[in-house]
């Protein structure tokens, strides 16, 4: 049974940074793509970002770009969700989430299978 479980959230002040963790289990995922989605209070869930595990492509949205990193420790089947430069419009619940890749859809919340608990990540102005 695939089991994701994300860590390291928190509250910062604006500016500051933080790493979350999402630790995947129950399977290998050399043939899936873990993305990273948020939901604000009063807003629909959105897409942060994705890595697929194989070759380790990023894909991120645009409002993070150049802020967010994401990285994957396959040793530890482990992938990481580095924020820097946060804003307190990044204020939410932050979840993981894998998906068979098929190359390609990676921000589209339906193709997700298996989805974490989520992190609250709560940026102070």
């Known amino acids: 049974q695939v089991q994701l479980v994300e860590s390291g959230g928190g509250l910062v002040q604006a500016g500051g940074s933080l790493r979350l963790s999402c630790a995947a289990s129950?399977?290998?995922?050399?043939?899936?793509?873990l993305g990273w989605f948020r939901q604000a209070p009063g807003k629909e869930r959105e897409f942060v970002g994705a890595?697929?595990?194989?070759?380790?492509?990023?894909y991120y949205a645009d409002s993070v770009k150049g802020r967010f990193t994401i990285s994957r420790d396959n040793a530890k089947n482990t992938v990481y969700l580095q924020m820097n430069s946060l804003k307190p419009e990044d204020t939410a619940v932050y979840s993981c989430a894998a998906a068979r890749d098929y190359g390609l859809g990676y921000g589209r919340i339906q193709g997700y299978d298996y989805w974490g608990q989520g992190t609250q990540v709560t940026v102070s102005s």
């Open positions: 890595i697929r595990w194989s070759g380790g492509n990023t």
């Open positions: 129950g399977r290998t995922f050399g043939s899936y793509v």
